[in-house]
Nanobody
Framework: QVQLVESGGGSVQAGGSLRLSCAAS????????VAWFRQAPGKEREGIAI????????SYADSVKGRFTISDDNAKNTLYLQIDSLQPADTAMYYC????????????????????WGQGTQVTVSS
């Protein structure tokens, strides 16, 4: 069973940085996607960064491009999200997610395409 546990959230001032971690019990067998999502109060869950395991390709939502960096440490089964230049609009619960992919599917930003989720870690940015 794939279990994901996020950590690293907190309260920071605008302009600050955080590094979120997502520890996995294991990843899906074969090629898989890992992703970070966030959800602010009253808003839909938003995909912000994805990484495909086979070639390590990454992509970012326009709202975070240039400020967020997704990476992983396979030896530790841990996914990271480095967040720089934090803004109040980044305040949200942040979740990591994982899902296997096949030759017929690809990594997406759609929450419904991910089977495995962590419980989330809160990021609060004050101005």
């Amino acid at each position: 069973q794939v279990q994901l546990v996020e950590s690293g959230g907190g309260s920071v001032q605008a302009g600050g940085s955080l590094r979120l971690s997502c520890a996995a019990s294991r990843y899906p067998v074969g090629t898989y996607c890992v992703a970070w999502f966030r959800q602010a109060p009253g808003k839909e869950r938003e995909g912000i960064a994805i990484r495909e395991s086979r070639f390590g390709t990454t992509s970012y939502a326009d709202s975070v491009k240039g400020r967020f960096t997704i990476s992983d440490d396979n030896a530790k089964n841990t996914l990271y999200l480095q967040i720089d230049s934090l803004q109040p609009a980044d305040t949200a619960m942040y979740y990591c997610a994982a899902n296997p992919v096949t030759r017929y599917t690809s990594c997406t930003y759609r929450p419904g395409d991910y089977a495995y989720w962590g419980q989330g870690t809160q990021v609060t940015v004050s101005s």
